[in-house]
Nanobody, 114 residues
Framework: QVQLVESGGGLVQPGGSLRLSCAAS????????MGWFRQAPGKERELVAQ???????MYAESAKGRFTISRDNAKSMVNLQMNSLKPEDTAVYYC????????WGKGTLVTVSS
């Protein structure tokens, strides 16, 4: 059974940091590009960052210089370190393969507000 379980969200002030984590089923994690996506209220889900099995990363323009994606292949986990957060980063964050291919998890809510 495919599982994607996100955690680490919360309420943070503008300029603050959060670290998101995603535990993925090993069979999808080990051979796929993994990505972090987000969906803000009233907007479509978008890819924020992705990382290959070899560690090559790509970021959306909105995330460059502020977010860092990493993966722990031994633990089948992918992380997203988010710094200098802005109110427009407020969204539910999800992980999946990139492009997405599996059922979405519940996501983790990130709220950036003073």
């Amino acid at each position: 059974q495919v599982q994607l379980v996100e955690s680490g969200g919360g309420l943070v002030q503008p300029g603050g940091s959060l670290r998101l984590s995603c535990a993925a089923s090993r069979f999808i994690f080990s051979v796929n590009v993994m990505g972090w996506f987000r969906q803000a209220p009233g907007k479509e889900r978008e890819l924020v960052a992705q990382i290959t099995t070899g560690g090559t990363t790509m970021y959306a323009e909105s995330a460059k210089g502020r977010f860092t994606i990493s993966r722990d292949n031994a633990k089948s986990m992918v992380n997203l370190q988010m710094n200098s957060l802005k109110p427009e980063d407020t969204a539910v964050y999800y992980c999946n393969t990139a492009p997405y291919a599996y059922q979405w998890g519940k996501g983790t809510l990130v709220t950036v507000s003073s």
